[in-house]
């Protein structure tokens, strides 16, 4: 598969997911509709889906403007959330969706939100990743608005660790060097940590994305999916992951580094 990366608003990004094979795309989380269909044209792919992550604004804000500028219909796939935009087609837990010769797994992630749905990627030779708007960021995970500890390590630890080591992992936010920051607060030692912040400056020097990461990288050195780890508990004064779990966005809530 061919994964197009579309930063918007101030870091946000956008994703352009294309099938090679067949030119069919879907678009994840298009809030600047003019920048997908330039990126749509310059492709050349025929779009047939958005893949809404979750109801804030800055992902399915632009969902209804996109409708408007497209000559036909296509599905807005979404959970069943009455405030994301333009929503036609329902999905949940294990549902999956056809673009081209891509097979896309829904998985239902709340907590950031109460209806929050990754989306995980497999193409027929084997490549997989997993877009994962603001449940996990690279180093990091979204804010507990409108969930609990529980839901975020069930989201996390239960269904996202469990992926293929190999998944590239695309998220909705360039959050990677505050998110590390916060990381290496939690385990000064992790050189895994230090080398990708490191990577990750040059990276952001050059005015280029940080994503993607793979699920294997985050269980190295994201806190949030290492709350079984005896470091990242002993930093958050708990030996109970979900615990854990709570005392680490609490502290990250506030953290500045």
Known sequence: ???????????????????????????????????????????????????????????????????????????????????????????????????????????????HTTNHICYF???????????TGDTLFQGGCGRFFEGTADQMYSALIEKLSSLPDDTKVFCGHEYTLQ???????????????TKRIQWAEEKRHQNTPTVPSTIADEKSWNPFMRVHIPSVQAHAGECDPIKTMASLRKEKDSFKN
């Open 121 to 131: 990627v497999e193409s027929p030779n084997g490549d997989k990743c997993v877009f």
């Open 1 to 111: 598969m061919l994964v197009k990366i579309l930063p918007a608003l101030q870091d946000n990004y956008m994703y352009l997911v294309i099938c090679p094979e067949t030119k069919i795309a879907a678009i994840v989380d298009p809030v600047e509709p003019e920048t997908v269909l330039a990126a749509v044209d310059k492709e050349n792919v025929k779009l047939n889906g958005v893949l809404t992550t979750h109801h804030h604004w800055d992902h399915a804000g632009g969902n209804e403007k996109l409708l408007k500028l497209l000559k036909d219909p296509i599905p807005v796939y979404g959970s069943n959330d009455e405030r994301i935009g333009g929503l036609s087609n329902v999905v949940s837990q294990g549902d999956v969706i056809k673009i081209g010769n891509l097979n896309i797994t829904c998985i239902f992630t709340p907590c």
């Open 179 to 193: 998110n590390l920051a916060f990381a290496k607060n939690v385990e000064p030692n992790n050189e895994l940590i």
